[in-house]
């Protein structure tokens, strides 16, 4: 599983997950389960949206799509394997 979106909160993820889903892209919620030990306080960062390797290209094309936010700098290197490549704006 390849990370293709870091969401900013629970909401922002499923919104993520049902667009890949349409597009019958298989996806994972890295860090939902996490959501609920936190309590109160405001986190973010810790639910990922993950996809198979071989289908990241295409979830990458359909998160842009989206226009959620700018591509980080660093994700766009193609060293760094677990790039995440958007961030929400």
Not at 19 to 26: C, G, S
Not at 43 to 70: D, K, N
């Amino acid at each position: 599983m390849k990370v293709v979106y870091e969401a900013a909160n629970l909401i922002d993820a499923h919104l993520v997950r049902h667009a890949l889903e349409a597009a019958q892209i298989p996806v994972f919620l890295k860090g939902e389960a996490l959501l609920g030990g936190i309590g109160e306080l405001p986190v973010f960062g810790m639910v990922q949206v993950c996809v198979p390797e071989a289908a990241w290209p295409q979830a990458r094309a359909t998160v842009e799509q989206l226009s959620l936010g700018e591509p980080r700098a660093d994700a766009l290197e193609d060293d760094d394997p677990d790039a995440v490549g958007w961030l929400p704006a």
